[in-house]
């Protein structure tokens, strides 16, 4: 099994700054993408930053310039850093990583979550 371990979020007032680390860990052959996610209440989840193997990176057009996702192979952990944060940043966000796992012996995709950390936002 893949495990997908969230540290970082919380409270902070607009204009602050905060970084959510992500860590995979279990069965993993090899990572295909690792991102976040982020759902606010009463709205569908949304993709906040991708980051794929080849290191190509993707933004929701909402966080372009104010968030960086970046990624330590050696410790399959994928880090975002938040900057500039606004109340509409407010959500649950969620860790998602894509990829090859073993299974005795034998190899299959995997698509595994986090269990979510709350940002909150005031303004």
């Known amino acids: 099994q893949v495990q997908l371990v969230e540290s970082g979020g919380g409270l902070v007032q607009a204009g602050g700054s905060l970084r959510l680390s992500c860590a995979a860990s279990?069965?993993?052959?090899?990572?295909?993408?690792m991102g976040w996610y982020r759902q606010a209440p009463g709205k569908q989840r949304e993709l906040v930053a991708g980051?794929?193997?080849?290191?190509?990176?993707n933004y929701a057009g909402s966080v372009k310039g104010r968030f960086t996702i970046s990624r330590d192979n050696a410790k399959n952990t994928v880090y975002l850093q938040m900057n500039a944060l606004k109340p509409e940043d407010t959500a649950v966000y969620y860790c998602?990583?894509?990829?090859?796992?073993?299974?005795?012996?034998?190899?299959?995709?995997?698509?595994?979550w986090g269990q979510g950390t709350q940002v909150t936002v005031s303004s």
């Open positions: 998602n990583s894509r990829g090859v796992k073993s299974d005795y012996d034998r190899l299959y995709e995997y698509d595994a």
């Open positions: 279990g069965s993993i052959v090899s990572i295909r993408s």
């Open positions: 980051l794929s193997s080849s290191g190509i990176t």
